[in-house]
């Protein structure tokens, strides 16, 4: 996974100067951990501390310092809002597909069941209207 072009993506909402930020590959590849891993923010930064792969992955040396976890949260919020994160992905998947890794022919669903207090009585209508040759709802225009 190349991510070089990472650094200069994000280098817009950054300021020069003032205390220096968590290497942005770094950050990068320990959201994207946490997230393959169901990790939350917290366990992600306990399990990186002693993990050796998970350090491998995320480019650090054992005497490395991991990040905190408060640096990385609003890490990822900033860029979230710039969008950053979408562009990220993006990339990142479209390397995927240029690899072979993904290839888009496979659909998967969960179909798991979720134990719930509702029952048939209770379903409402929420909509109105015609519905295409497939049964859906087509919209409106407002």
């Excluded at 408060?70 to 990339?91: F, G, M, N, Q």
């Excluded at 209770?122 to 407002?142: A, H, K, Y």
């Amino acid at each position: 996974m190349d991510l070089s072009f990472v650094r200069p993506l994000v280098a817009r909402i950054y300021e020069k100067g003032g205390r220096p930020s968590i290497d942005p590959e770094v950050a990068f590849r320990m959201m994207l951990l946490g997230y393959l891993m169901d990790l939350n923010d917290h366990r992600l930064h306990q399990e990186i501390q002693m993990h050796a792969g998970y350090r491998w992955f995320c480019g650090l040396d054992f005497n490395d310092p991991v990040p905190d976890r408060t640096s990385l949260i609003k890490t990822r919020e900033r860029w979230a809002r710039a969008e950053i994160l979408d562009e990220i992905l993006a990339r990142v998947v479209q390397q995927c597909v240029e690899v072979g890794v993904v290839r888009g022919e496979t659909l998967t669903m969960d179909g798991t069941t979720v134990q719930a207090r509702a029952t048939v009585k209770s379903l409402e209508r929420i909509g109105t209207g015609p519905l295409d040759g497939n049964g859906i709802r087509l919209r409106r225009n407002r």
